[in-house]
């Protein structure tokens, strides 16, 4: 049984792959995600692709109407996958495997993270205007005016 921080990565792992799939990422997550399973075997890495192409292909069906499973699904099925991967291996070649999974599971979130903006921890008491970027020009005239 796995650590519950390798259950964790193996999770987010799973997360990864399936919200890349049809993104312009995608083919950087699928290269690495079948380096990581084929660990040095051509023959794995190939089979591996093949599923990875598998699940791309079951998340990009027109008009699903239950996409929102089938994410589900497949996240749960790369979750298994790379826990079944980390316990099947010694303590020496984990250690590898959790780094360029680490590695993957990183790649995603800063991806992820790119054009986001995040206001947390602030409470504003009476009309309120935000704005985020770079070269932004904006008038904001908040409550009544006297025109």
Aim: proline share 2%; aromatic share 4%; hydrophobic share 45%.
């Amino acid at each position: 049984m796995l650590a519950e921080t390798l259950t964790a990565l193996a999770t987010a792992g799973g997360t990864a792959v399936v919200q890349e799939a049809g993104t312009a990422l995608w083919e950087e997550t699928r290269a690495r995600t079948a380096r990581l399973f084929g660990r040095g075997d051509a023959h794995r890495e190939r089979s591996e692709l093949e599923h990875l192409d598998a699940t791309a292909a079951a998340l990009a069906a027109p008009g699903r109407p239950d996409a929102a499973a089938a994410r589900v699904q497949q996240e749960i099925i790369w979750q298994t996958r790379f826990e079944g991967l980390l316990e099947s291996v010694g303590d020496a070649e984990r250690a590898a495997l959790t780094e360029q999974l680490r590695a993957l599971v990183a790649q995603h979130t800063t991806a992820a993270a790119v054009g986001r903006i995040e206001i947390t921890l602030n409470t504003f008491s009476g009309p309120t205007a935000v704005q985020v970027g770079d070269g932004n020009t904006q008038e904001a005239t908040l409550g009544r005016t006297t025109e």
